[in-house]
């Protein structure tokens, strides 16, 4: 049993915010992966969208995608090493064959208003330079940096903010472990 550190509020679960995490397949998965874990772990799974755990099979991921970012409170950019040179993240003035997904996401985060937070895996932000003019924006945007050798101290300051941005979720998260019985009560009958 854990001890019941905030009110749990019954009503709790009407309120479920949405973290979204934004990443390249080929830059890093294993950050958005751990990420997820541990936001999971913290806020619950529910409260974390991360495309292929939470689209299911047959589904038009599309559409998915879109609606999953304009429902978030939060989005996190997920930068590794080959974000920028990444395949579909070609912004040197070569034509892309497909849809660069993490553009698309991140563009329709700043079009409805979602907070976009950048996630640095050991890297730098890149330039307004390095980048498309419509994703310019995100090198304005304060951004969260894990190192390897500080990760779980990384992450923990992370989950942190987002508590203090998404505060419901807390409730949230609370109110889930009550009802798995890992909260002790501190009512007397």
Same mark, same amino acid.
């Given at each position: 049993?854990?001890?019941?550190?905030?009110?749990?509020?019954?009503?709790?679960?009407?309120?479920?915010?949405?973290?979204?995490?934004?990443?390249?397949?080929?830059?890093?998965?294993?950050?958005?992966?751990?990420?997820?874990?541990?936001?999971?772990?913290?806020?619950?799974?529910?409260?974390?969208?991360?495309?292929?755990?939470?689209?299911?099979?047959?589904?038009?991921?599309?559409? #998915?995608? *879109?609606?999953? @970012? %304009?429902?978030?409170? +939060? $989005? /996190?950019? !997920?930068?590794?090493?080959?974000?920028?040179?990444? =395949?579909?993240?070609?912004?040197?003035?070569?034509?892309?064959?497909?849809?660069?997904?993490?553009?698309?996401?991140?563009?329709? #985060?700043? *079009?409805?208003? @979602? %907070?976009?937070?950048? +996630? $640095? /895996?050991? !890297?730098?932000?890149?330039?307004?330079?390095?980048? =498309?003019?419509?994703?310019?924006?995100?090198?304005?945007?304060?951004?969260?940096?894990?190192?390897?050798?500080?990760?779980?101290?990384?992450?923990?300051?992370?989950?942190?903010?987002?508590?203090? $941005? /998404?505060?419901?979720?807390?409730?949230?998260?609370?109110?889930?472990?009550?009802?798995?019985?890992?909260?002790?009560?501190?009512?007397?009958?």
């Amino acid at each position: 049993m854990l001890p019941e550190s905030t009110n749990c509020q019954a009503d709790a679960m009407k309120h479920n915010p949405h973290i979204f995490i934004s990443y390249r397949e080929a830059d890093e998965p294993f950050g958005a992966v751990l990420l997820d874990y541990t936001l999971s772990a913290r806020f619950g799974s529910e409260a974390i969208f991360r495309s292929v755990r939470s689209i299911p099979l047959g589904h038009d991921f599309a559409t #998915a995608i *879109r609606l999953a @970012v %304009r429902r978030s409170v +939060v $989005l /996190l950019a !997920v930068v590794g090493s080959r974000w920028t040179t990444a =395949p579909h993240a070609d912004y040197q003035g070569r034509a892309c064959e497909s849809i660069d997904w993490v553009r698309e996401e991140i563009t329709e #985060a700043f *079009r409805f208003g @979602v %907070r976009v937070i950048p +996630v $640095l /895996l050991d !890297v730098d932000l890149p330039s307004a330079e390095e980048l =498309p003019s419509d994703l310019a924006r995100l090198t304005r945007c304060q951004y969260m940096r894990i190192r390897h050798r500080d990760a779980e101290r990384d992450l923990d300051r992370l989950a942190q903010e987002l508590a203090e $941005l /998404l505060p419901s979720a807390t409730l949230l998260a609370c109110s889930n472990r009550h009802a798995a019985g890992l909260v002790r009560s501190t009512s007397r009958s």
